[in-house]
T-cell receptor
């Protein structure tokens, strides 16, 4: 079945450093979504990308969807302690339900 | 906070017990989901209901039985669970019936421990 691979599994950064997590699919995706889950919390929707090559920004967060619609990335500039959590990508083909990646757990050291 | 509530928030049950998890969404959404989240396999989709019809069942053991009486409520009935079923069970909802075209709103989850 469809799989969405996400790397790295863990990332520890000093506050102020940048952070990137990558998402890859073996199949072409219809769209990709990103979620953030704070420790002890539940996943919260961040953004959805639909178009090939799409780039969207939310303050210090930059989201990209690859030209082939098989990969995506989330980049955080100048991390802050409030960025701590697990970032999940989720993609789908056609009208099938979203398949979530395993997530990247981000730790920020002050 | 998110418009999706789950009860109970914590549940400890023995392997011979029968219990139910409840989810309610106040967002007017048409689709509801059950996910299992554990350390080994984060965010496994279990069941999807769209307009109260089950449209996805990801080979979940029969000891888990979902029920969707209306578009606002979703239940997960549990019986004769195994210790490996201990996990966080998350409910989510989304707008519309094109399942992945819309963002999902998650509830706070039920932390289940099977002893």
């Amino acid at each position: 079945g469809q799989q969405v691979m996400q790397i790295p599994q863990y990332q520890h950064v000093q506050e102020g450093e940048d952070f990137t997590t990558y998402c890859n699919s073996s199949t072409t995706l219809s769209n990709i979504q990103w979620y953030k889950q704070r420790p002890g919390g539940h996943p919260v929707f961040l953004i959805q990308l639909v178009k090939s090559g799409e780039v969207k920004k939310q303050k210090r967060l930059t989201f990209q969807f690859g030209e082939a619609k098989k990969n995506s990335s989330l980049h955080i500039t100048a991390t802050q302690t409030t960025d701590v959590g697990t970032y999940f990508c989720a993609g789908n083909e056609g009208n099938t339900p979203l398949v979530f990646g395993k997530g990247t757990r981000l730790s920020v050291i002050a | 906070e998110t418009g999706v509530t789950q009860t109970p928030r914590h549940l400890v049950m023995g392997m011979t017990n029968k219990k139910s998890l409840k989810c309610e969404q106040h967002l007017g959404h048409n689709a509801m989901y059950w996910y299992k989240q554990s350390a080994k396999k984060p965010l496994e989709l279990m069941f999807v209901y769209s307009l109260e019809e089950r449209v996805e069942n990801n080979s979940v053991p029969s000891r888990f039985s979902p029920e969707c009486p209306n578009s606002s409520h979703l239940f997960l009935h549990l019986h004769t669970l195994q210790p490996e079923d201990s996990a966080l069970y998350l409910c989510a909802s989304s707008q519309g019936i094109r399942l992945a075209a819309y963002e999902q709103y998650f509830g706070p989850g039920t932390r289940l421990t099977v002893t």
